[in-house]
């Protein structure tokens, strides 16, 4: 169930998925890991009119990344706390 995973993060615990996954990336994959964020929230916030939620979006998108469905979920789900705009 895609809605067990929602989980609202606080500034230091996003800080700290933030550092984990620093450590764990390379910078190019992190660059592209923060574009597909913004983008499967664009794509989200506009699900009343294109049916694309977070599930349906993440159903299609995952499957080619190697990155774990709980991290990518709580990335869209917190992006401001783990992307601020000044990054």
């Given at each position: 169930?895609w809605?067990?995973t929602?989980?609202t993060?606080?500034?230091?615990t996003?800080?700290e998925?933030?550092?984990m996954?620093e450590?764990?990336m390379?910078?190019?994959?992190?660059a592209?890991?923060r574009?597909?964020?913004?983008?499967?929230?664009?794509i989200?916030?506009?699900?009343?009119?294109n049916?694309m939620t977070t599930?349906?979006?993440l159903?299609?998108?995952?499957?080619?990344?190697?990155v774990p469905?709980v991290?990518f979920?709580?990335?869209?789900q917190?992006?401001?706390?783990?992307?601020?705009s000044?990054?």
């Amino acid at each position: 169930e895609w809605s067990q995973t929602h989980q609202t993060l606080d500034t230091a615990t996003a800080t700290e998925y933030r550092q984990m996954l620093e450590a764990a990336m390379p910078a190019t994959h992190l660059a592209v890991l923060r574009v597909l964020s913004r983008l499967v929230c664009s794509i989200t916030a506009h699900a009343d009119v294109n049916k694309m939620t977070t599930e349906n979006v993440l159903t299609c998108l995952l499957p080619s990344m190697k990155v774990p469905t709980v991290v990518f979920i709580r990335i869209v789900q917190n992006l401001d706390l783990m992307y601020p705009s000044t990054q």
